[in-house]
């Protein structure tokens, strides 16, 4: 089956029989965030097969995703850390470990265990030694009263990054959706800025990115959003039929000028280390640069090349960036 047909699609049907159709070795990125097992009320699936039969599931989609990701490519899957555990020891056997990331994330409590405060996400690479991947940046945190710097850089504030630090493998900075008239029918609806990291962490504007498990849409949004191309595999048609809904009349292009960026409220939340240097010239950065303590870089509205920004606001406040660790 020739590639093509599937590009920029939302495919409804059982993910396990289109990824069997695709070439092997043709997908920039497969990022997956299947159903986790919870007995949460999808309209189509069951969410609750016995243990090992789910994990003989879940290891039959990652198998097709390795297989049709590309040598450069990465292979990302968010689920709770519980099944994590099972995932990297089947994909440690066909790829290579780049990263546990922690996103900070409330999820349900589980009974008697210490409060669960984290998803994770694995991240491989179909070769470490060819993978594809981009050092991305997020905005210093600030107190929202203050206006400072919540991290303490003691004497280094003259060599930090105007724009904020690297991206670690744990996001704080990233928030559920929250508000209901920005959420769909959907019971664990991913935001749209965590996708968008994730993407321009490990694409150019071209590459393609799939996900089996599309729900209403996010993966793909992003992906629009960013200048990728997407294919988008659910099985259940209300929920395929929203996210089809959503990318038609999806006009937003996240970028400023010729740089792909991750934008809230006109903000950049992601960008990648070596976009940098084309963004600075549009912004007034402190003179001298220890005076960023207390003082944020700001962009010159005079100065800026064309920049289209989201249309919706997906739940976020602009507070969000400014969360008091
Ligand atoms: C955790 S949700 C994904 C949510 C998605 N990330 C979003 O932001 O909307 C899992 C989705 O997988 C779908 N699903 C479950 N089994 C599937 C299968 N065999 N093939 C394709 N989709 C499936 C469910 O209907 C559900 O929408």
Redesign the pocket.
Known sequence: MMLDTYLNQVIQ??????LRTLPTDSIDVTFA????NLK?K????H?SLEMQDYLA?CES?ITEMVRITKPSGSILV?NIPRWLTYYSAMLNRMADFKHWIAWDAPTAPMGKTLQPSHYGILFYAKDARQQQFFEIRYPHKRCRKCGYLLKDYGGKKASLHPFGPLVSDVWTDIHRVKHNKYR?Q???????HL?ERVILMTTEAGDVVL?????????ALAAQRLGRAFIG????PT?ASI?RQKLAHETTRSRIGAVWVSLFLDAVVTLRDKDWPMLSPFYAIPDPIQAIDHTAISRESGSLPVCTTHTEQNGYAQEDLFVEE
């Open positions: 049907g059982d993910c396990l029989d289109t965030d299947p159903p986790f949460k999808y309209h189509t699936v969410d599931w989609w968010h769909d959907h019971p664990c609806q991913l935001p749209i996708l996900d089996p498990f599309l729900g209403t849409g996010t993966t595999l659910e099985i259940d929920y996210a």
